[in-house]
């Protein structure tokens, strides 16, 4: 049924008295924005992200506002791949906008839809479903860059210069050397300063 339409019944020289028929429209989704609040030691600001790019760091959080196009009572995200469903908050003032957010995992989810249920007790169905791809934080990678050979020989006396290069996908922390000698069990540990 597209539109409203009123119908009557008519039998021999009997007529019915006229009904009329409502054609409600489900609820749908006509925006959502998106911004990723990466984990804490990232450093990293708040990112606006697009529908078509939901490529998310494990840990971060994914805020969801979204605007519908009829007044709703209640909505949801469904997560695809974990299969669990997070409650969103409609607006008091705007019925038709909605705020949420997905923590996400290190692995599983594979998307989320978002579920609605307007004032007139319609539902929403065969929502979009927003594919999500998580990224696993990558472990910090180091490389001697001096010396250039595997052994070094050195007196007692001397001092050894170790160059080094430390690369990770978002911030290094801290660097620690750590380096044994020959001698009975003598043994030392360097740290090098914070780096942003």
């Keep these: 049924v597209q539109d409203d339409f009123t119908y ?32 804490s030691y990232t ?6 992200r697009s529908l078509g790019d939901l490529s998310l760091l ?10 519908a196009t009829k007044d709703l009572q209640s909505a949801e995200i469904k997560l695809v791949g ?12 705007n019925k038709r906008e909605m705020t949420g957010q997905v923590s996400v995992p290190a692995k599983g989810l594979t998307g989320f839809q978002i579920q609605m249920l307007d004032t007139e007790n319609m539902e929403s169905r065969d929502s979009a479903v927003y594919r999500v791809d998580i990224m696993p934080d990558k472990a910090p990678t ?11 020989l050195v007196t007692r006396q001397a001092t050894m210069l170790v160059g ?31 780096r942003p």
């Excluded at 009557?8 to 998106?34: M, Q």
């Excluded at 450093?43 to 606006?48: D, E, I, Q, V, Y």
């Excluded at 974990?82 to 003032?93: I, Y």
């Excluded at 990770?168 to 003598?186: E, N, P």
């Design 8 to 39: 009557r019944f008519h039998l021999g020289d009997g007529v019915s008295d006229a009904f009329n028929v409502k054609a409600v429209p489900r609820p749908t989704v006509a925006t959502i924005e998106c911004e990723q609040d990466y984990p």
């Design 58 to 67: 494990a840990g971060s959080v994914l805020r969801l506002k979204v605007i």
């Design 82 to 93: 974990v299969e669990s469903n997070l409650a969103m908050d409609v607006g008091a003032a």
């Design 164 to 194: 080094f290069e430390a690369a990770d996908d978002f911030q290094i922390a801290r660097v620690r050397l750590k380096y044994k000698t020959d001698a009975a069990d003598a043994q030392a540990i360097w740290e090098a300063a914070q």
């Design 43 to 48: 450093g990293l600001p708040t990112a606006k």
């Design 142 to 152: 180091v490389r001697i860059t001096h010396p250039d050979r595997k052994e070094e």
